[in-house]
Each structure stands twice: as C-alpha cells, then as structure tokens.
C-alpha cells in the first residue's frame, strides 16, 4: 500500500446517500501526494469536485465533510445530476494514522463497525470492515463456464471452478479463475467455504452427480444457487430431489438465468451474471423505461468495497 511506503492518502468516503445516487455507502475514493486518483465515489458524477477536496486535505491535513446534492446551487457544476445526495468525509491516511488504529483492527476483524475520536480536535476517522471478494464457484470446465469465469472476475468475485477431468479443468482454459480444482464436485462443495455471499452455478448436468450436487448447493448458506440444463432436465432434477425430501426448491434457479435471449457462452454468463444481480438487490430484473421512481436503489448486500492499494 502506498502509506507502507511512507506515502499520504486522502481518501473520501461517502457516509450518507439519499435519494437516487450510483454508488453506496462506504464507497471511497483516494488521491495520493502526487495527484494519484485510486477509486470512485460516484461513479463520475462529482469526482472531480471530490478530487478538489481530497487535495485540500493533503494540503492542510485536515478532515473535512462535505454534501453533494442536485438542489444545491453548485451541483449541475460538478456533475450530480442524478437528483440524489451525497456526504462525503474526506480525511488524511498516513502511516502514524493507520498505525493508530490497530486497537480497533479486533472489532473490525469481528465484523462490526467502529468509529473513534483519534486526535486533539475530536475529528472523526470513520474505520470501515472491507470484506473479501466475494465467491463464485463454478462446476463444470465446459465452455459456458470459461465465460462465466471471466466475467464474475470482471465484476469482482473470486472465481473456483471445479470438474472432475483434469483435461479440461485447466489454468490455461480458466485464466481468469483464482483456482482451478480436479475433484469430485460434491467432495469439493463438502470442503470449501460457503457463505451468504457465495454464488453456486452447477453448469455440467451430468446424470452421475448432478441432483447429488444441487442438493448439497441448497443445503450450504449460499446465497445463489443455480443450474444449467433444459426444462425437460430442470422437471427431472426437481422431481428427484423432491423424492429425496429437499424442501426449499424455491432457492433453486434453474433453468439459470434471465431471459435475455442469449446463445453464445458469453452471452449466457451476462444472463446468469444479471440473475444473481437481480437476487442480490431484490430487484425484478425488467426494463428500467417500463418503470417509475428512483433508478438507483440502495443496496443492502453490496458485493465488496474495493481495497485501496
């Protein structure tokens, strides 16, 4: 990181959104000593003011909050035509600052939140918990899995495929994967961490150990689980876990993904992608011209705040 190297950070955080705005709560955005732009605080609407501000606290070591808001009469100025509003502390990072934290690190490891008055003037600095990326785990090295890799690893998840024939489970196939395992799938599934922000997508429906699969899936605290295969597979599948006593089919998608009338593997894995979306914010997947209200939504499940490195 660029303060382990002695180095300053400004970073602006965005601590209160109202109404419709791109990003949510927590997003930051740095600038280094030498005008280094790291992040996004909106997604273009007011980083250039948000800049202006991060160099200001570099210059005078200073924590400053500051609100962004389309009523305001500078707002069209510096971008915020999106009707919302966003609040944003903007504080100095360096090395003695981050080192000053370290008897809040055990709450943050602890999954909460902490904020303390760390200097004379009672100036807040705000501690945020950056949780990992999350996962994605892919079974199945078919070609539909190759662009489902690369694009899950576009939108920050960390990739695991999985498939039983090592001459297609490979690095060199999955580029884009963290890991590439040869193993039983639901040997595989017994061993890994699953969690709420896990993504399951079983892509192979092989008969010797597909329904075996999705059952352990529906059984782990993954928060998607879906299938590949026709409705003709999707009626076999259902019925056969019915029989072996799987009661909550209803987390089951399958056949997966939204119809977007893809064909191609790419084409499949932006359907699949945009099903776990829309199950991840509750949104209804449909046209955003067709409905009415605010466009951005918060979001309750955000997929991870990126690291500043």
Known sequence: MVIDAGGRLAVATAIEITGSAPRTIG???????????IGSISGGCVEGAVYELCRRVLETGETEVESFGFDDDAAFAVGLSCGGRIRVVARLITADVASAVTPLRAAVAGRSAACAHLDPQGAPLFVERTDPPPRLIVFGAVEFGVALCAAAAALGYRVSVCDARSVFATTDRFPAAAEVVVEWPTTYLSRTEVDTRTVICVLTHDERFDVDLVQAALATDAGYVGA???????????????????????????????????????????SILAEVLAERTGATGTRLASQTGPIHRPIHHPIHHPVLR
Do not use: N
């Open 27 to 37: 997003t930051s955005m740095a600038v280094t000593d030498d005008g280094t732009v």
């Open 228 to 270: 590949m295969g026709s409705r003709v597979t999707h009626e076999a599948r259902v019925r056969e876990l019915a029989v072996r006593g799987v009661t909550d089919l209803g987390r089951l998608h399958s056949p997966i993904g939204l119809d977007l009338g893809a064909s191609t593997p790419e084409e499949t894995a932006i």
